[in-house]
């Protein structure tokens, strides 16, 4: 897994660009399904809206059904995405220092 990889520290500059490859593609298609999730929430939300006496009561229940679930699996997938992106984007500014530095 790119998780492991990344906590080994010892990956190459090429594998880097690899996984960064790699992570952009995996947030794109996880942000297209949670698009989806978007556009069909305001239909279910409103249909669960009279059956609670609030918005957080309505919230709390929109979270408990599998397209709620769901929307935050793929929350918490893409903010996973993001800051191994930003970790990747990091050290591969470290290792181009240290080449410019050597050279």
Not at 31 to 55: C, E, H
């Amino acid at each position: 897994m790119v998780e492991d990889k990344l906590r080994t520290g010892q990956v190459a500059p090429g594998e880097l660009s690899l996984i960064m490859l790699w992570l952009g593609g995996d947030y794109s298609y996880h942000a297209g399904l949670i698009d989806q999730v978007l556009r069909s929430k305001p239909s279910i939300w409103n249909g669960l809206r009279p059956d609670y006496k609030s918005d957080t009561a309505t919230e709390r229940a929109w979270q408990q059904t599998s397209e709620g679930l769901l929307e935050q699996s793929l929350k918490l997938r893409l903010k996973r995405d993001e800051i191994m992106m930003r970790a990747v984007k990091a050290r591969i500014g470290v290792l181009e220092t240290e080449a410019r530095n050597i050279t």
